[in-house]
């Protein structure tokens, strides 16, 4: 198993800004998929933004335009910019790593927005 170790959630007012940290404290395959998951209680996780090895991303439509994924693949992190929060981003975000054979989740950090 390799930690999933995130920081950088806290609170903050609609309109601001907050950068997420997730680094793997594991060696890594080369070939992965990093991304970022948001869950609200009573509803399902979903996706919030990923990025493959091979420099593609995925957006949620509801975060495009607001939210950049990005990752440093020496330091085995991948970060999540989100700027012009509102208050429908609260949510707990976990940092998710997968590949071949492998599928590594975060404990998660909480995001409030408040208005």
């Known amino acids: 198993q390799v930690p999933l170790v995130e920081s950088g959630g806290g609170l903050v007012q609609a309109g601001g800004s907050l950068r997420l940290s997730c680094a793997a404290s594991g060696s890594m395959y080369l070939t992965n998929t990093m991304g970022w998951y948001r869950q609200v209680p009573g509803k399902q996780r979903e996706l919030v933004a990923a990025s493959t090895s091979g420099g593609a991303t995925n957006y949620a439509d509801s975060v495009k335009g607001r939210f950049t994924i990005s990752r440093d693949n020496a330091k085995n992190t991948v970060y999540l910019q989100m700027s012009s929060l509102k208050p429908e981003d609260t949510a707990i975000y976990y940092c998710?790593?997968?590949?071949?054979?492998?599928?590594?989740w975060g404990q998660g950090t909480q995001v409030t927005v408040s208005s």
């Open positions: 998710r790593v997968s590949g071949l054979g492998f599928d590594y």
